[in-house]
């Protein structure tokens, strides 16, 4: 079945690095790959999604980019600030069945 | 509305006890899923409605739970006889339309089950 591999597992920047997360998906068939940020206590929040036609899209400061060759994705992150502290997932769906099969969590310590 | 809307925030009840959880999707969404978040994160899918129909529910442990999405009530999701690894955090997303993908979720019921 789909798989979705996510790394790291933890991470912890100074205020203004960069941030990088990276996933790998297994079924080649995937087409839409979204970004959740997860905050304490709340609902995953959909942060920015590429669709397998393009090879990377930004939004201010959070970028991800897609390799369908490697099939692999990732989330950039620039200029970190505290407020992006959090878990962040990446999630790829089955194809047909809509449903979307999440990685396993990266959780990203921003220090002032 | 513009947001999904769960509730309650959080329920608590005994092993053996019925749990039932409520979600509104936003407006003019047709498709509902309702996923499991366990510990270390992991989301577990359960399943998924077009309208007020299953359209997927392959992670549904079938002998306890069930769902339904009926037309002008917020959809629902039952647990009869709860067992403690039931305790988690569910949470219903609705997407506009299949195909699209694009999920939003609601902010979860948090059940603990003791």
């Known amino acids: 079945g789909e798989n979705v591999e996510q790394h790291p597992s933890t991470l912890s920047v100074q205020e203004g690095d960069s941030a990088v997360i990276k996933c790998t998906y297994s079924d080649s068939a995937s087409n839409y790959f979204p970004w959740y940020k997860q905050e304490l206590g709340k609902g995953p929040q959909l942060i920015i999604d590429?669709?397998?036609?393009?090879g990377e899209k930004k939004d201010q400061r959070i970028a991800v980019t897609l390799n369908k060759t490697a099939k692999h994705f990732s989330l950039h992150i620039t200029e970190t600030q505290p407020e992006d502290s959090a878990v962040y997932f990446c999630?790829?769906?089955?194809?047909?069945?809509?449903?979307?099969?999440f990685g396993t969590g990266t959780r990203l310590q921003v220090f002032p | 509305g513009e947001e999904v809307a769960q509730t309650p925030k959080h329920l608590v009840r005994g092993e053996g006890q019925k749990a039932k959880l409520y979600c509104a999707p936003i407006k003019g969404h047709s498709y509902v899923f309702w996923y499991q978040q366990v510990l270390k994160n992991e989301f577990k899918f359960l399943i998924s409605?077009?309208?007020?129909?299953?359209?997927?529910e392959t992670g549904m442990p079938k002998e306890r739970f069930s769902a339904k999405c009926l037309p002008n009530s917020p959809c629902s999701l039952e647990i009869q006889a709860t067992k403690l690894e039931d305790s988690a955090v569910y949470f219903c997303?609705?997407?506009?339309?299949?195909?699209?993908?694009?999920?939003?979720f609601g902010p979860g019921t948090r059940l603990t089950v003791t």
């Open positions: 409605f077009q309208n007020e129909n299953v359209f997927d």
């Open positions: 997303a609705s997407s506009q339309f299949r195909g699209s993908y694009e999920q939003y």
């Open positions: 590429i669709r397998s036609n393009v």
């Open positions: 999630a790829a769906p089955i194809y047909a069945a809509d449903k979307l099969i």
